[in-house]
């Protein structure tokens, strides 16, 4: 599905090579590194140290995961303020370019980046796979302690990633974009705030833009978000529903200057039926009886309701106006009965799967500091002194 392309200036190798020949030893020895960083950032974290002076430092590092389709206009731009702003901010840093699917001379361009840019990573589809898709091609490659996604039309603009990383430091996890003045035309703003103000109130979350592109996230987060069909939109929400803390930041929207855009009003019935997938895979996927149920109970209540008013009908002698209520009372009752029996089966399927795994999610773990047992143990009537720290006692 996809082709990886690392660079390194002082290692002579062809694309079409294996990852193995492509990654030597030096790679390794820097990705050995970069986990080194990783280790010190974290412990940074958590003793409060600003992410953006670890960054200066070089203490730990940033991945830029870029997704684009035909932006070949826009790339040479974008890569040059880019770099511009991640040379002031952060040292240590790569970029990766997920390629989906472009047939503009995209990758072609690209490929002249990573020629000579050893902290260029390129990744490219066969074909078009979607957003969803490119940003966790992009994730699995990450090897940052902090993650930036951002678009290639250069209607996110580079030079806001600092004010992102200051918001982080207030104690977020993950920062989006809220674009409040936006440079795009009616058929893409009008849905957007239509689905933003339904998902912001169903989910409690104070966020304006939930599918800005621009978003900035702790490693942890990206590693853990597990997106597919069109769930970028919902980063957000995913993230939250895990336990991170989401927050938004205000950062300028330009013009987009080059191409066009990708989207239109058609995301507002793919957005209504991903929101629906979210709100199902997030709030009751341990608890499907829940929604299926209360869907199911709905409609048969609905069925009975036009049942008795058929019968009600029927009986003071307007049966002739209840002959297309009778059939259409008949199938919501069952059909409600159907949905719930589905809410049923689900549940089983929990059931099972609840046995394989745990559906929470464990940040931190801290033993207890007292080891030694505080009752000595008994064993087949004879009295057995507690064992000591590292003694195993058998069954």
Known sequence: ME???????????????DDKSIL???????????SKMRGLSRQSTSGREPMAAALMSGAASVSVVIPLLNEVDSLPDLYRRLKDSLNEIAPSHEIIFIDDGSKD???????????????????RFRRNFGKAAA?????????????????ADLQDQPEQMPKLIAKLDEGYDLVTGWKQKRHDPLNKTLPSKLFNGTVSRYYKL???????????????????????????????????ERGFRVTECSVEHAPRVHGVSKYGAK???????????????TRFTQKPMQFFGTIGLSVIAIGIVLLGYALVETIIGASARMTAVWP?????????????????????ITNQTHRKGHPYFVTE???????QPAIALERNGNHTEAPTVGTAVKA
């Open 3 to 17: 082709k990886v392309f690392r660079f390194r200036s002082n290692e002579t190798t062809h694309p079409d090579q």
């Open 24 to 34: 030597g030893s030096e790679v390794q020895a820097s990705r050995q590194e970069i």
């Open 105 to 123: 001379g995209s990758f072609e361009k690209l490929q002249e980046f990573w020629k000579i840019d050893a902290s260029v990573c390129l990744v």
């Open 135 to 151: 940003l966790s091609a992009g994730f699995k490659h990450v090897r940052g302690d902090l993650v930036v996604m951002m678009d």
């Open 206 to 240: 104070k966020i304006h833009d939930f599918n800005c592109g621009f978003k900035i996230m702790r490693a942890e987060v990206a590693a853990d978000l597990r997106l597919y069909g069109d769930l970028h939109r919902f980063i957000p929400v995913l993230a939250a």
């Open 267 to 281: 995301r507002l019935i793919t957005g209504l039926l991903d929101f629906v997938a979210t709100i199902l895979t």
């Open 328 to 348: 259409v009372a008949i199938m919501l009752a069952l059909g409600g009965i159907e949905i719930a029996c589905i809410g049923l089966l689900a549940e089983m």
């Open 365 to 371: 773990t801290q033993q207890a500091r007292d080891t």
